[in-house]
């Protein structure tokens, strides 16, 4: 048997067992999949290129300063076919997109946490971001749904939620999900008596 008759024989058994109707379809269940594994592995690589430096006064003119690396998660949530109203009907007009929350955090497990005065200074969970993404397959393009910040504050403990807003977006998502972080940073981070956050590059 030909390879490419047992391909045949693979992908119609596969249609079959998931019950779908053309190998066109299967393909638009895994092409997002697929995408999204790729692009969380990217996200990882730029965000390695950056992490968050914490100063906190520990009384007088003594601080302690300590770097802490973020880390993120990219969580499917499903996927549509759409067919736009401006073209014609028939389905090389329709389009794939696929939606997803992606999850940023600064990774403050005790391996990296060395600002602590007692109970006084935690900055354990101090920031995290959370967005929703969707992706054109068709055409490209991303687009921010929704986008919001949570901020600890090392002190009291208080969480401060703020929306950084979202839209269409131009050029690569990792640089847009980093200048988001540089936002949030700035935002929160220059309002706290006492501490300095910033991010800089490794």
């Not at 993120?72 to 499903?78: A, C, G």
């Not at 939620?161 to 977006?169: K, Y």
């Amino acid at each position: 048997m030909k390879k490419s008759q047992l391909r045949n024989i693979i992908r119609e058994e596969i249609s079959k067992a998931l019950n779908e109707a053309s190998e066109g379809e299967l393909i638009d269940i895994h092409k997002p999949f697929r995408f999204w594994d790729d692009f969380g592995k990217s996200l990882e690589e730029e965000l390695k290129k950056h992490k968050m430096e914490a100063g906190i006064s520990l009384g007088g003119s003594d601080w302690n300063t300590v770097e802490m690396p973020f880390t993120s998660r990219v969580q499917y949530v499903r996927s549509r076919t759409v067919q736009p109203r401006y073209q014609g009907s028939g389905n090389k007009d329709n389009q794939l997109l696929s939606i997803v929350r992606i999850f940023i955090k600064v990774l403050t497990d005790e391996e990296y946490q060395e600002v602590k005065e007692g109970e006084k200074v935690n900055i354990d969970g101090i920031m995290t971001i959370e967005m929703m993404v969707e992706y054109n397959h068709e055409r490209g393009g991303f687009t921010i749904n929704e986008s919001w910040c949570k901020w600890k504050h090392p002190f009291t403990g208080k969480v401060f939620e703020f929306d950084l807003r979202g839209g269409a977006t131009e050029g690569r998502l990792e640089d847009y999900i980093v200048k988001d972080i540089n936002f949030a940073v700035k935002k929160r981070g220059n309002r706290i008596r006492g501490a300095a956050f910033r991010v800089v590059e490794n």
